[in-house]
């Protein structure tokens, strides 16, 4: 189980906003928001050694503002948000070590394995990561595209993950019914992470106190990572980035 730092970018500002107000010409539900620069928190994250974190650009307009964080840690970060065949390369030559893509493989509702083949193509297997954000509903965990407004058709599986683990490196799972709101991880969704597949996967979603780190650890079998984003201090939250620093490097993960 590791850390996984995020930078998440709005207008071109670092922000942190529940996911689930993120809709088409309305204006979200803004936790926290901050002048200083995305490569003040990218630098943060390299002085610390963490790497695997990743940079979100939530809708257009963000491009500068994250090639500003992966400059500051080349080979540090992935990159997530509106990646598609025609800029996954730029962002790689500018310092990702992975891009991170949902909605242009999982397009119109379904999972485009045309389009799934092009960008794992393109940018190498490895340096792929597939974004499998998701919201709970009665039959499971549905995939969720295009800044978590559209549902699609697919659930997540053992037999999905088994099937897009040939394409990619890692996995990014985002509970988007929980992101940002800091009132607790979905555990259920932490399990099924841990049953469907033993590549990387992080969980992001929910985390507000250290104690929560112990509930993903339990139930990830010590194997599913962990993103935090408006429950730390950084981001206008109450838990101190030290003491999660603190807890990785004290041997509880």
């Known amino acids: 189980m590791r850390f996984r730092p995020c ?12 996911g689930s107000t993120l809709r088409d010409g309305q204006v979200p539900q803004t936790n926290f928001e901050t002048s200083l620069p995305p490569s003040h928190f990218a630098s943060l994250y390299k002085r610390d050694n963490l790497p695997g974190g990743h940079v979100i650009m939530l809708g257009k307009g963000n491009e500068a503002a994250a090639i500003d964080a992966l400059q500051a840690y080349p080979g540090g ?8 065949p025609g800029n996954a390369v730029r962002f790689l030559d500018h ?20 389009n799934l083949r092009t960008i794992s193509t393109l940018v190498g297997k490895e340096r792929l990561v597939l974004d499998l954000s998701c919201k709970k509903r009665d039959d499971g965990y549905v995939i969720v595209t295009d800044r978590w407004q559209h549902e699609t058709d697919e659930l997540l599986s053992e037999a999905l ?30 399990k099924l992470l841990h049953r469907c597949t033993d590549m990387p996967v992080t969980y992001a979603g929910g985390v507000r106190v250290l104690d929560d780190l112990d509930m993903v650890k339990n139930a990830g079998g010590n194997a599913v990572d962990i993103t935090i984003g408006s429950a730390l201090d950084l981001f206008g939250g109450s838990l ?14």
């Open 7 to 18: 930078i998440d970018i709005h207008e071109g500002q670092v922000k942190q906003i529940v």
């Open 77 to 84: 970060l992935h990159i997530g948000g509106g990646i598609h």
């Open 95 to 114: 310092g990702a070590s992975h891009v991170i893509v949902t909605s242009y493989v999982f397009s119109a509702g379904v999972l485009n394995r045309d």
């Open 161 to 190: 993950f088994e099937d897009l683990s040939a394409w990619c490196d890692e996995f990014l799972v985002h509970a988007a019914h929980v992101e940002g709101m800091r009132r607790g991880i979905d555990a259920g969704l932490v």
């Open 240 to 253: 101190a980035y030290r003491d999660v620093i603190d807890w990785f490097k004290g041997g509880k993960a």
